[in-house]
């Protein structure tokens, strides 16, 4: 997900625009101005948000007339309005005009709707239908057939073992030590998960995303679930909704939403430093691993030197 840095000059509308939806509920609290703090610290500035006055969307308009600001400051605009842990149906009315105003239209726009009016099975299915495995089932579907569509979901639903796939991953158990194949094997062996082919195993699809967090290093509690999915969007290009790598996370580890069968029901792990340190590090990843990536032809080959060959910055603490 590009992530623009805008001119000096125009920052302070920015900022006065992610207040101005922060306000509309009436608080400004410390979840909004740790936001605004951190693009702050991104964009190299220092203003006092408290300070800054409100402004009309009309104006902002007149100031911000790049495109791709104009998206990246709507993107904001929904960040700032969930920040706190909830969505208000007067934080999300702001967040319409401002894009109206913008001339920016966007499918966040129709999940935040769903969310501050409290719809939240709507919600679930309007973003839980733009989240990548959905479309990775279906490109391998494509790619390996009905029948190993069948195999994976009698595997899932633990009606029957798929040998071969199961075979295959837990082959990898002989993998050099510090291979990206062996840190896998004893990444889903130390989490007690199930491979792929095995009775109530995940799909292969979701081996990519268990090899982000090999290759990204976060863990696979909810904060580090939070950032695995914010360093995916870091990796995704604009043609590929990115930012529904982070609404995802968002709806599930931060307001609480299921959206998956095995969901935790966290909240309140979107912190504005972490996750946008991820998201940069997904940024400057070389690759995607969840479009366009093979793992298998580099399963034997050192983790250590995979990170550095994909540029995936080293993992703070």
Not at 24 to 40: I, K, P, S, V
Not at 214 to 224: I, Q
Request: glycine share 10%.
């Amino acid at each position: 997900m590009d992530l623009h840095v805008p001119p000096p000059e125009i920052i302070p509308y920015g900022l006065r625009a992610l207040k101005a939806v922060a306000m509309a509920n009436g608080t400004f609290d410390e979840a909004e101005r740790a936001l605004l703090r951190t693009a702050q610290g991104i964009f190299g500035t220092n203003h006092d948000v408290d300070a800054l006055p409100p402004i009309e969307p009309e104006e902002l308009a007149r100031h911000v007339v790049d495109p791709a600001l104009r998206r990246q400051l709507v993107r904001g605009m929904v960040l700032v309005s969930i920040v706190d842990g909830e969505a208000s149906p007067e934080e999300a009315r702001v967040v319409e005009r401002f894009a109206s105003a913008l001339g920016i239209a966007s499918p966040d726009l129709a999940a935040l709707r769903h969310l501050a009016g409290g719809h939240l099975l709507v919600a679930r299915f309007d973003i839980g239908r733009r989240f990548w495995a959905r479309e990775k089932i279906t490109e391998m579907t494509k790619q390996k057939g009905l029948g190993w569509l069948a195999k994976t979901l009698a595997a899932m639903a633990g009606l029957a073992e798929d040998r071969a796939t199961a075979a295959r991953y837990r082959a990898l158990g002989d993998a050099p030590a510090g291979s990206l194949g062996r840190a896998y094997f004893d990444f889903v062996t130390g989490n007690h998960f199930a491979f792929p082919g095995e009775k109530g195993g995940t799909p292969e699809a979701v081996v990519f995303h268990d090899l982000t967090h090999v290759l990204s290093g976060y863990g696979t509690d909810p904060a580090g679930e939070m950032q695995v999915l914010a360093f995916h969007a870091g990796c995704r290009r604009e043609e590929h909704d990115p930012f529904s790598f982070l609404l995802f996370g968002i709806a599930e580890f931060h307001l609480g939403i299921s959206m998956t069968p095995i969901a935790t029901g966290s909240r309140g792990m979107f912190d504005p430093p972490r996750v946008f340190r991820a998201l940069q590090r997904g940024q400057a990843c070389t690759i995607d691993p969840t479009m366009g990536w093979d793992p298998w032809p580099v399963m034997d080959r050192p983790l250590a030197e995979l990170r550095a060959e994909y540029r995936i910055p080293p993992l703070e603490g």
